[in-house]
């Protein structure tokens, strides 16, 4: 008979007579496994939702996780508690992020790095759009200018997110770029390598602004306020 699956075999030898060995095999049942993909993006709160429903965990990841949960594939026992999901997730975000993370960095930056790598992710999907708006946000935050992002305020805003109001830019809020200056307070999101690698490769241009194009989801960028407003009434068919 087939023996079931096991986690560790346990084999017992003995003699019989006439000194003929012979082996006994102990096995245990293997507990059930599941595979999990994470999507760049995901927030600790859509993290904890997908865990659960795989039967993963049975509490929830603590929010100070966000943007350190690195979105790939895993497989989890399940159940599995809540500290050896977050081990699990913490070694694959050192293997796969903070070796891409310039030597020296401190803490402190690491968390800088990724909070702009949260936003980028969920502004823009092409690489090397990526670049230019880290590009852009950098010119920014050195001139004290406002990022002005959408994805910000949908961190805070219930869903839909989508249309943004101008009373949604009023929200009073550390996370409402619109209104205040500087980066959030901490990543919004979990980004993938590539947000992070754009992060750390902006690109130099004369732009300022930039939209998305909803129809062909490209970044529609600008150098002046004025042609940036054009733009919103062109694409987006409203105005700033």
Same mark, same amino acid.
């Given at each position: 008979?087939?023996? =079931?699956?096991?986690?560790?075999?346990?084999?017992?030898?003995?003699?019989?007579?006439? &000194?003929?060995?012979?082996?006994?095999?102990?096995?245990?049942?293997?507990? $059930?496994?599941?595979?999990?993909?994470?999507?760049?993006?995901?927030?600790?709160?859509?993290?904890?939702?997908?865990?659960?429903?795989?039967?993963?965990?049975?509490?929830?990841?603590?929010?100070?996780?966000?943007?350190?949960?690195?979105?790939?594939?895993?497989?989890?026992?399940?159940?599995?508690?809540?500290?050896?999901?977050?081990?699990?997730? &913490?070694?694959?975000?050192?293997?796969?992020?903070?070796?891409?993370?310039?030597?020296?960095?401190?803490?402190?930056?690491?968390?800088?790095?990724?909070?702009?790598?949260?936003?980028?992710?969920?502004?823009?999907?092409?690489?090397?759009?990526?670049?230019?708006?880290? &590009?852009?946000?950098?010119?920014?935050?050195?001139?004290?200018?406002?990022?002005?992002?959408?994805?910000?305020?949908?961190?805070?805003?219930? $869903?839909?997110?989508?249309?943004?109001?101008?009373?949604?830019?009023?929200?009073?809020?550390?996370?409402?770029?619109?209104?205040?200056?500087?980066?959030?307070?901490?990543?919004?999101?979990?980004? &993938?390598?590539?947000?992070?690698?754009?992060?750390?490769?902006?690109?130099?241009? =004369?732009?300022?602004?930039?939209?998305?194009?909803?129809?062909?989801?490209?970044?529609?960028?600008?150098?002046?306020?004025?042609?940036?407003?054009?733009?919103?009434?062109?694409?987006?068919?409203?105005?700033?």
């Amino acid at each position: 008979m087939r023996p =079931p699956s096991l986690i560790s075999p346990l084999i017992i030898l003995g003699i019989l007579g006439g &000194g003929v060995l012979f082996a006994y095999i102990l096995t245990y049942p293997q507990a $059930p496994k599941v595979v999990v993909t994470i999507r760049e993006g995901a927030t600790v709160n859509d993290i904890n939702k997908l865990l659960r429903e795989k039967g993963v965990l049975t509490e929830d990841l603590p929010q100070d996780l966000e943007g350190y949960l690195f979105p790939d594939t895993y497989e989890f026992f399940v159940p599995s508690d809540a500290e050896t999901v977050k081990a699990k997730f &913490g070694e694959n975000f050192n293997k796969k992020v903070r070796t891409i993370i310039p030597a020296g960095s401190s803490e402190e930056d690491l968390k800088e790095i990724l909070t702009k790598a949260s936003l980028i992710e969920k502004e823009v999907p092409d690489f090397s759009e990526r670049k230019i708006v880290a &590009g852009i946000m950098m010119k920014r935050l050195e001139n004290n200018i406002p990022l002005q992002l959408d994805a910000s305020l949908c961190y805070e805003k219930d $869903p839909p997110c989508f249309p943004i109001t101008r009373s949604d830019k009023k929200l009073s809020s550390p996370f409402n770029t619109y209104l205040y200056s500087g980066l959030p307070p901490h990543p919004i999101s979990n980004p &993938g390598v590539d947000a992070v690698l754009a992060v750390l490769n902006p690109v130099a241009t =004369p732009y300022w602004f930039y939209i998305s194009d909803p129809e062909s989801k490209k970044t529609i960028f600008s150098r002046t306020l004025d042609e940036h407003n054009n733009n919103i009434v062109k694409y987006l068919n409203t105005t700033n």
